[in-house]
C-alpha cells in the first residue's frame, strides 16, 4: 500500500481548475458561443429505418423569411469516409456520406436549414416534407446474419468478423465434467451527456476554424478534411469546454456537416442538436448477443471458455471491427484458462449507429461473462467469490495472446478486499427471503486498459516552458472532457518541479497550436499515457533548468535544490533565487530560453482491474429494483487526485446501473424508436443513486506517472453483471437480458412460478 506522505501534490484532492467558471454559470460552452454574422443550423433527420429518398420538397421551409439556405444529398460532397479514423493511414470502412439519398435508421441525415436564428432553423426544418420508398429494416442483429435477409450495404450485412483463441476448445468440451451455457443480451445505450452535439465553424478565406466539445481535435481536423476534401492545413479545430462525453462526442458526428455549411455560406454557422437528435442521430453504445459456454471441473478450475458474440454495429461502420477486437482481448486477462475461443461478428442493422461509450465493448463483454459464471457458480453449488478467486489471473501475468502484460494487477485483492468490506459471507449464507420484498446480493470482476499500446500507435508530443516570471507553460492537444484532466497535469507538472499549481497553465486542444497527439482523450489513456508525458517532459526541463543554474550558481548539478518556486545550491540554502529571476539570468548570460519539447510513447497497457459488490431489494409485486449497498474495489496503482477518482467511480457505476436496470434505447419491428427524451428514456436520477463504498487498491505500475493507472471506464464496467447477479439471487431468476426492468423481473418470476 502506498502512502502520499512524500508527495506535495500528488494524491491530493486538489479543486479542478475551472470549478468556479462552471459553479458561477461563466464559463462559455459552444452553445454559448455567438460572432458576427453567425448562422443557425438544424438538422433533418429520418423518420423510417430503411429506405429510398424519392423526394425532398424544401419549397415551404425556403419560403419561411429568414432561411438562408438547405442542403441535402443532391447539393453536398459524394464523398464516403468513416467518423472513427481518428489517424491518417488508418484502414477503415467509408461507408456515410454527409447526406443520404438512402436512409438507413431511424435518425439518419437528410438535410440541414441554415437560417439567421435558431427558431426559424428550427421551424424550417419541420417544414421539410421528405416522401421514401420505404424498404424492410432488420433490427434484430441475428436477423440480419441470415444469408438471404435484405442487404442493408452492397457489401453486405457482415461489417467485421474474427475468431481468435487458444487451446483445444472443442477437446475440452468433450471431456469436461461441467459445461454451463448463457446466451445474454445487452441493450443500446445513449451517453446521456448534460450537453447535446453542438459545433461552431468559422470561414475565413480558405480557412475554417471549428469550435467544438470533441475528444480528438486532430481526429475532426482529419476527418473534415476528408469529407470535404480540403487541405488539413485549411482546417483549424479548437477544442471548446465540454458539457460531458463519455464517449459519444469520441466521433465528428456533426462536425463536418457544420464545416460545410459555413464554407457553402460563407459565414460562420452554429449547429446544434436536440436531445431527441442526440439520441436516435449520433452514437449509442452497441447492443450486443453474446453466447457462452464455460467448462469447469468438479473443483471448479475453469477447463475452457467459448464466446461468441454478435455485435450490432447499427447502420454503418464506424468502429465496427475496433470495439470487435477490443471485447476480444480483454476476454483473455481476466482468468486463468488453457483453452479460449472468441468468436465476433459485428452486423449492419438499421438501427442507430454503434460508437464508442465509457467502457469501450468491456461493460458488454462483463456483462456476458460475469452472468455466466455466476450460474456456473450456481451450478457447482460454490461460492461465486471462492470460484472467482480460484481462477483469477495474478500480478504480472503474462497475456495469454501474447498483448502487453498484465502488469501488477490487483483483481484478486480487490475481491479479497471488496467481499470483507461487504460482508460477503454473512450476506451470501444468509436465508433467502420469500415475502414480497427480497434482497439479493452479487458481484461481478472487470479490467480493463490504458490506452493504445499493443494495438496501435500511441504517443504524445508536448511543449513546455518556463517565463521569466516563474510561470509554466504545458502545451498539448489534451481535451478536459469534465473529469478533471488539466488539473491533474498541473498536479504532475507541479509535482515534478515544486511550483503551485497556479503558476501552471495548461493548454489544450488547438490544432494550430497543439503538438500533435496521435489518439486524443479516449481508450483510459489521458493520466497514463499523457500524464506520463506530463512527467517527462517536466524531467526534462528541470535538468535543463539546473544545469544552466548550475553554472550560474557556480556549482555542481547535483548540488541544485528546486523547491516552492526558488532555486539554489543545497550548500548555500540562504541564496535563494526565484524561478523568474534565474530564467532571466540564463536569458543573459547562455541567451537561452527555458523551454522543452518531447514526444512521448507509451510503453505498456497493463491491465486495470474492478471487483463490485452489490446487494439489492425486490418488489416481486411491481418488480421494482431498490438497490440498498454498493462496494467498489479498483485497483488503480494511484490517485494522482483522490477525489477526482471517486468522482468518475461513482459516475462509472452510475452508468453501469442505467444499463443494469433502466437503459435501454426501444425500439418497434419497423426500427422507430420510442425513448426520445429523458421521460421516456430512464437515466437514473441522483435521489435513487445508493451510496456507494469505495476502496482504492494503489499498488504502484512501473511505468504509469507516480505509478497511476486508469480509473475512468474500468469503474463502468463490473457494476451491471453485479446488480443482475444480485437480482436474480434475490427472486430465484436467471435474467440473462438487460436492463432487468420491472416488466421483465415480474415476467421471470412468473415462469419460476409455473
Request: glycine share 8%; aromatic share 8%; with cysteine.
Amino acid at each position: 500500500m502506498m502512502t502520499e506522505g512524500n508527495y506535495k501534490y500528488i494524491g491530493k484532492s486538489v479543486p479542478r481548475h475551472d470549478a468556479i467558471e462552471k459553479a458561477t454559470g461563466k464559463i462559455k460552452y459552444v452553445g454559448d458561443m455567438k460572432v458576427n454574422g453567425m448562422l443557425y443550423a438544424r438538422l433533418v433527420l429520418s423518420h423510417v429505418a430503411h429506405g429510398k429518398i424519392k423526394s425532398i420538397d424544401i419549397s415551404k421551409a425556403k419560403d419561411l423569411p429568414g432561411v438562408v439556405d438547405i442542403f441535402t444529398y443532391d447539393n453536398s460532397p459524394k464523398i464516403l469516409y468513416n467518423a472513427h479514423k481518428w489517424m491518417s493511414g488508418m484502414d477503415e470502412v467509408l461507408d456515410q456520406y454527409l447526406f443520404t439519398d438512402k436512409v438507413r435508421f431511424y435518425g439518419d441525415r437528410v438535410a440541414a436549414v441554415v437560417a439567421t436564428n435558431d427558431k426559424i432553423a428550427k421551424m424550417a426544418a419541420d417544414l421539410i416534407e421528405v416522401e421514401y420508398e420505404v424498404l424492410p429494416a432488420i433490427i434484430d442483429p441475428e436477423t440480419s446474419l441470415i444469408e438471404d435477409s435484405i442487404k442493408i450495404h452492397e457489401r453486405g450485412n457482415i461489417a467485421f468478423s474474427k475468431t481468435m483463441g487458444y487451446g483445444d476448445v472443442d477437446k475440452v468440451f468433450d471431456k469436461a465434467s461441467y459445461i454451463f451455457e448463457d446466451k445474454i443480451i445487452t441493450p443500446k445505450q445513449h451517453h446521456a451527456a448534460m450537453e447535446t452535439h453542438v459545433a461552431l465553424a468559422i470561414p475565413s478565406g480558405d480557412m475554417i476554424t471549428i469550435y467544438t466539445p470533441c475528444q480528438v481535435v486532430f481526429q475532426v481536423q482529419l476527418i473534415v478534411s476528408e469529407a470535404l476534401n480540403i487541405p488539413l492545413s485549411k482546417v483549424r479545430v479548437i477544442k471548446a469546454p465540454m458539457g460531458g462525453s463519455f464517449g459519444g462526442k469520441g466521433q465528428p458526428i456533426i462536425e463536418p456537416v457544420c464545416a460545410f455549411l459555413a464554407k457553402e455560406t460563407g459565414r460562420p454557422v452554429r449547429l446544434t442538436l436536440d436531445r431527441t437528435q442526440s439520441i436516435i442521430g449520433t452514437r449509442t453504445r452497441h447492443k450486443t448477443i453474446g453466447t457462452v459456454k464455460t467448462a469447469v471441473d468438479k473443483k471448479g478450475k475453469i477447463l475452457g471458455r467459448d464466446l461468441d458474440i454478435v455485435i450490432d454495429s447499427g447502420a454503418y461502420h464506424t468502429n465496427a471491427s475496433a470495439i470487435a477486437m477490443a471485447m476480444g482481448k480483454k476476454f483473455f486477462r481476466m482468468y486463468k484458462m488453457d483453452n479460449v475461443r472468441y468468436s465476433a461478428t459485428s452486423v449492419y442493422t438499421n438501427t442507430p449507429v454503434g460508437g464508442a461509450c465509457r467502457g469501450y465493448g468491456s461493460p458488454q463483454l462483463h456483462a456476458i461473462t460475469e452472468l455466466n459464471l455466476d450460474n456456473v457458480a450456481r451450478g457447482i453449488n460454490m461460492d461465486p467469490v471462492e470460484f472467482r478467486l480460484k481462477n483469477l489471473v495474478h500480478p504480472f501475468d503474462k497475456d495469454p495472446m501474447g498483448g502487453p502484460d498484465l502488469g501488477n494487477g490487483q483483481i484478486i485483492e480487490c475481491v479479497k478486499r471488496g467481499a470483507e468490506a461487504f460482508g460477503w459471507k454473512e450476506k451470501w449464507k444468509r436465508p433467502k427471503d420469500s415475502g414480497r420484498y427480497r434482497k439479493g446480493v452479487g458481484m461481478a470482476c472487470g479490467t480493463h486498459g490504458n490506452g493504445y499500446y499493443g494495438a496501435y500507435p500511441d504517443f504524445i508530443t508536448m511543449d513546455i516552458k518556463m517565463n521569466s516570471n516563474g510561470e509554466v507553460i504545458l502545451n498539448s492537444a489534451i481535451h478536459d472532457m469534465g473529469c478533471g484532466t488539466v488539473t491533474i497535469m498541473q498536479q504532475i507538472v507541479a509535482e515534478v518541479l515544486d511550483l503551485e499549481l497556479s503558476k501552471i497553465t495548461v493548454l489544450e486542444g488547438d490544432t494550430l497550436s497543439s503538438p500533435y497527439d496521435s489518439a486524443g482523450t479516449q481508450a483510459s489513456r489521458v493520466t497514463y499515457v499523457c500524464g506520463g508525458a506530463a512527467k517527462k517532459i517536466s524531467e526534462i526541463l528541470k535538468d535543463k533548468f539546473a544545469k544552466y543554474s548550475s553554472k550560474i550558481l557556480n556549482c555542481y548539478e547535483e548540488d541544485i535544490v528546486m523547491e516552492g518556486g526558488y532555486i539554489y545550491n543545497k550548500n548555500k540554502p540562504d541564496k535563494k533565487v526565484g524561478y523568474g529571476d534565474m530564467v532571466s539570468n540564463i536569458y543573459h548570460q547562455y541567451s537561452m530560453d527555458m523551454s522543452a519539447s518531447y514526444t512521448y510513447s507509451s510503453p505498456a497497457n497493463p491491465g486495470v482491474y474492478a471487483a463490485n459488490f452489490v446487494e439489492v431489494e425486490v418488489d416481486t409485486y411491481t418488480g421494482l429494483v431498490n438497490v440498498l449497498d454498493i462496494v467498489a474495489v479498483h485497483d488503480i496503482g494511484r490517485a494522482i487526485n483522490r477525489d477526482f477518482v471517486y468522482g468518475q467511480v461513482q459516475g462509472g457505476i452510475h452508468l453501469g446501473l442505467g444499463m443494469a436496470i433502466s437503459e435501454n434505447i426501444e425500439l418497434d419491428e419497423n426500427g422507430r424508436i420510442s425513448t426520445l427524451n429523458f421521460s421516456n428514456y430512464h437515466v437514473i436520477n441522483a435521489p435513487s443513486m445508493p451510496d456507494v463504498r469505495i476502496i482504492l487498491i494503489e499498488e504502484e505500475d512501473e511505468f504509469g506517472p507516480f505509478g497511476a493507472k486508469s480509473v475512468g471506464e474500468i469503474s463502468a464496467v463490473a457494476i451491471a453483471p453485479a446488480t443482475l447477479n444480485a437480482i436474480n439471487n434475490a427472486i430465484g431468476t436467471n435474467i440473462s437480458q438487460y436492463p432487468a426492468t420491472p416488466e421483465r423481473i415480474v415476467e421471470a418470476l412468473v415462469k419460476t412460478k409455473k
